[in-house]
T-cell receptor, first 112, second 117 residues
């Protein structure tokens, strides 16, 4: 099965700086890669996703890049704000399977 | 986006009792729902895939007789933790896909905090 690894486990940045979270996956059949933000005690919320036919996707301060050859994808948050503080999860899914495989999560702390 | 609800949000029970958790898709029909377990400061661990009208598919290491899943309708899946023990205490989250919005996106419920005394 798929194995998704995520780094770092914790990340602390100053407000206004950029934050980068990286994930690797093992199954070359995976072709959909969402990122979720989870605030304490709340449900995960999809913030951005990317399909394998695209190398990069951007939505305002958030961007995701995908390197299919190396099997890794990254989340980039620019101009971080305190409200970006949360736990972020990456995930991978193959087209013909329902299952999502999640990374271990990154706790992002944005210091004002 | 689509809305998924869970009930109850919190439950405290005595060891040995059974607890039922409901997951509902409120504005769409979900042929497939997923049940996850999340330990404090840990990731989401997929427990099983709930399929409407058929048996659930359990992940390796998850006891199907311990965690009973029933997906009786297109909007409701239930997870029953049978003979609960303190080690079953956890945060349980369900998710569902809306086939009409696309194959990939899934929506999470708010979760159920189970505490077994």
């Amino acid at each position: 099965g798929e194995n998704v690894e995520q780094h770092p486990s914790t990340l602390s940045v100053q407000e206004g700086d950029s934050a980068v979270i990286k994930c690797t996956y093992s199954d070359s059949a995976s072709n959909y890669f969402p990122w979720y933000k989870q605030e304490l005690g709340k449900r995960p919320q999809l913030i951005i996703d990317i399909r394998s036919n695209v190398g990069e996707k951007k939505d305002q301060r958030i961007a995701v890049t995908l390197n299919k050859t190396a099997k890794h994808f990254s989340l980039h948050i620019t101009e971080t704000q305190p409200e970006d503080s949360a736990v972020y999860f990456c995930a991978a899914k193959a087209y013909n399977f329902n299952k999502f495989y999640f990374g271990s999560g990154t706790k992002l702390n944005v210091k004002p | 986006g689509a809305v998924v609800s869970q009930h109850p949000s919190r439950v405290i029970c005595k060891s040995g009792t059974s607890v039922k958790i409901e997951c509902r898709s409120l504005d769409f029909q979900a042929t497939t729902m997923f049940w996850y377990r999340q330990f404090p400061k840990k990731s989401l661990m997929l427990m099983a895939t709930s399929n409407e009208g058929s048996k659930a598919t359990y992940e390796q290491g998850v006891e199907k007789d311990k965690f009973l899943i029933n997906h009786a309708s297109l909007t409701l899946s239930t997870l029953t933790v049978t003979s609960a023990h303190p080690e079953d205490s956890s945060f349980y989250i369900c998710s569902a896909r809306d086939p009409l919005t696309g194959v990939n996106e899934q929506f999470f419920g708010p979760g159920t905090r189970l505490t077994v005394l």
